[in-house]
């Protein structure tokens, strides 16, 4: 069964930094692109970034670009989301994705307030 399980999250500052972890199970991680997508209230959960499976490419949507990076561990099954620079719109619930496996992770809460 695959399990994607977010960790990270929390309130910051803007301006301030954060890093988020997906620790993945169930699947050949190492073998299969991941993502990461956010969704803000009232809004669709929209992709932010996504990463091949040997991190040689990467796709980062324009409202996050040079202040997001996504990168992995395969050898801890863990997609990271590391974020500069945050800013009040970057508030939202952010999700891991296997996109292979159509599974998606519970969910962690960013809040980017003064």
């Known amino acids: 069964q695959v399990h994607l399980v977010e960790s990270g999250g929390g309130l910051v500052q803007p301006g301030e930094s954060l890093r988020l972890s997906c620790v993945a199970s169930g699947f050949t991680f190492s073998s299969n692109p991941m993502n990461w997508h956010r969704q803000i209230p009232g809004k669709q959960r929209e992709l932010v970034t996504a990463?091949?499976?040997?991190?040689?490419?990467?796709v980062v949507v324009d409202s996050v670009k040079g202040r997001f990076t996504i990168s992995r561990d395969n050898s801890k099954n863990t997609v990271y989301l590391q974020m500069n620079n945050m800013e009040p719109s970057d508030t939202a619930v952010y999700y891991c994705?296997?996109?292979?496996?159509?599974?998606w992770g519970q969910g962690t809460q960013v809040t980017v307030s003064s």
């Open positions: 990463i091949s499976s040997n991190e040689r490419d990467t």
């Open positions: 994705q296997a996109p292979r496996q159509r599974a």
